[in-house]
């Protein structure tokens, strides 16, 4: 027994009126559809979610949701810098600062969707905690940064990306110096190499279905060069921290001020390489010492990449919806990329909306197939647990810490292993069924033995008791209790708030068997303890049951 307590349709308004015909009403979006889109679109369903969505249709909600702004997780390091200090005065920010405000947002937030899709770029666009030069506060901006930029324009967030100091430390190009024949130094190519690799468009030319190009020998084509990485690698020279009067010294990190780890890198041309730069068809001639219009040259160059919308939208699709997206899908999504409809290349807004809209992100009958779907991310399974049954943090702080463990969640926020994410989007797992269908489940990569069971003992406690510093984070399920006497009722309310309406007949058996195997017992009048601590265990049974099930691991 775990952790016993002792003792349809998208929405929109209609234009009716005089002699019109009415329009036709769209489908009325049922309870499942409404939790099928909240768990690929958000944290996780929570009750008053499901009625908004069911209220507004989805179009309305997702429309509504584009509008929302997030928290600041730069503001939250700051007051809760100022908060340690006055007990300490010189108390240091710590990851697990971080980690207090990602599970608080993603928890608490109302823009679901924009902490949902800020998750889902920092898995693209990473840099991690586990680098000891990365800032904290830092890390919180630009964390803010991956936010903000969720629903603008995809070449404004990589240019963004490109100037973070945080980027600039994990991926080695702040203070990258131009090239010196006289001491053999060549710039150093890391961040020229990964944003075309893992930000933009990969290393094989692509269809704008996301299929492999290929070549008259049927070999995949390569999207760049050596060359054109020591190339674009030029380009990203003289860029380091902020300084309000740039010198030498700053140029190397003297006089760091807090803006200095917050604000976009700034151009030092005189350690800008001059030399001719040519990378992906384009050449920008030799002398030329603006910095700043040869990274716009740069970054324009890669956006308008016919690799981008395929290379983007199929990561997104991952992220959010399956794992195996079909090239129809990819396709659509990659038109809207191209064009918002109003000539507009990379609106990002557009191109969620599309991957959200998609009659496949749409379809209620997707359980029995075998290519759709994806395995939840250790994450977004605890911050569905969180919503699902209102759990709260008694400080305030969600003191979870760092649940990058093998024997806890295996993944935290901004804590990848390295800058391919704690998964890569290629991922096939070997010696399995999906293998043998050369079918793609990032997700798996971060699967075995260990992190299985860890993840059913993390969850056995947070169900159970609480997670965090001293149980900080725990459930009432006050929800729950109010109908643990009635089985069929409770396994009714696992299937809407983790399942979306997809619950098998077998799963529901094992839960109605074992919840019913939990005795509440016969009111005397004095024993009303006992009858509570029955309820509620029996739903904590309820709920650890369906978390640690396949059918919920899997989403589909």
Not at 242 to 260: I, V
Not at 373 to 381: D, L, T
Not at 430 to 446: C, K, M
């Amino acid at each position: 027994m775990i952790g016993l307590a002792s003792c349809g349709g998208g929405g929109g308004s209609s234009n009716g009126g005089g002699n019109n015909p009415s329009p036709t009403p769209t489908p009325a979006v049922s309870d499942a559809g409404a939790a099928k889109l909240l768990t690929q679109a958000t944290f996780g369903p929570t009750d008053a979610e499901i009625d908004s969505v069911k209220a507004l249709g989805y179009a309305d909600w997702i429309n509504g949701q584009l509008g929302l702004q997030s928290s600041s997780h730069l503001t939250y390091a700051d007051n809760r810098l100022a908060q340690l200090r006055l007990t300490n005065p010189t108390a240091t920010l710590g990851a697990n600062n971080f980690y207090e405000s990602f599970w608080l947002y993603s928890a608490t937030g109302q823009a679901q969707l924009r902490e949902r899709v800020k998750f889902a770029l920092s898995e693209m666009f990473v840099i991690s905690l586990l680098d000891a030069n990365i800032d904290i506060r830092g890390a919180a901006s630009y964390y803010d940064m991956l936010g903000n930029n969720a629903f603008g324009n995809y070449r404004t967030l990589l240019e963004q990306v490109s100037l973070h100091p945080m980027m600039g430390i994990y991926l080695t190009h702040l203070a990258n110096q131009k090239e010196d024949a006289a001491t053999g130094r060549t710039p150093d190519e890391n961040y020229a190499r990964e944003v075309m690799q893992l930000m933009s468009i990969g290393v094989q030319e692509l269809n704008m279905d996301g299929t492999v190009r290929r070549d008259g020998a049927g070999q995949p084509i390569p999207t760049y060069t050596p060359a054109d990485i020591s190339n674009l690698a030029r380009v990203f020279t003289g860029f380091s921290w902020y300084a309000a009067t740039p010198t030498n010294q700053t140029f190397f990190g003297a006089g760091r001020t807090n803006d200095s780890y917050v604000r976009s890198m700034i151009l030092y041309p005189q350690y800008h390489s001059t030399s001719a730069k040519t990378f992906l068809g384009v050449t920008i001639p030799a002398g030329s010492t603006d910095g700043v219009a040869e990274l716009k040259i740069a970054l324009d160059t890669i956006f308008n990449n016919v690799n981008v919308p395929p290379f983007i939208c199929k990561q997104l699709i991952q992220r959010l919806v399956t794992s195996n997206p079909s090239p129809a899908s990819v396709s659509r999504c990659s038109a809207v990329f191209v064009n918002n409809g109003s000539g507009v290349r990379g609106d990002l807004a557009a191109v969620i909306r599309t991957i959200l809209l998609d009659a496949e992100a749409r379809d209620l009958n997707t359980g029995s197939s075998a290519t759709f779907g994806k395995i939840r991310e250790p994450v977004i399974r605890m911050t569905n647990w969180m919503r699902a049954f209102g759990a709260t943090s008694v400080s305030g702080n969600y003191l979870l810490n760092s649940t990058s463990a093998n024997t806890s969640l295996g993944q935290s926020a901004l804590a990848s292993p390295s800058v391919f994410n704690f998964f890569r989007p290629g991922y096939v797992p070997p010696n399995t069924r999906l293998g043998a269908q050369s079918l793609l489940a990032p997700e798996f990569q971060i699967v075995d033995e260990v992190t299985v069971a860890g993840y059913a003992n993390t969850m056995q406690t947070a169900i159970g008791t609480g997670i965090g510093t001293g149980s900080d984070v725990r459930s009432a399920y006050t929800r729950e209790v109010a109908i643990a006497s009635d089985a069929n009722a409770l396994a009714d309310r696992m299937n809407r708030m983790l399942l979306f309406g997809q619950m098998s007949s077998t799963l529901r058996a094992r839960i109605v068997e074992s919840v019913n195997s939990v005795a509440i017992p016969a009111a005397t009048g004095t024993n009303q303890s006992a009858i509570d601590t029955a309820l509620l265990n029996r739903s904590k049974l309820a709920v650890y049951m369906t978390m640690v099930s396949p059918e919920y691991l899997v989403q589909r």
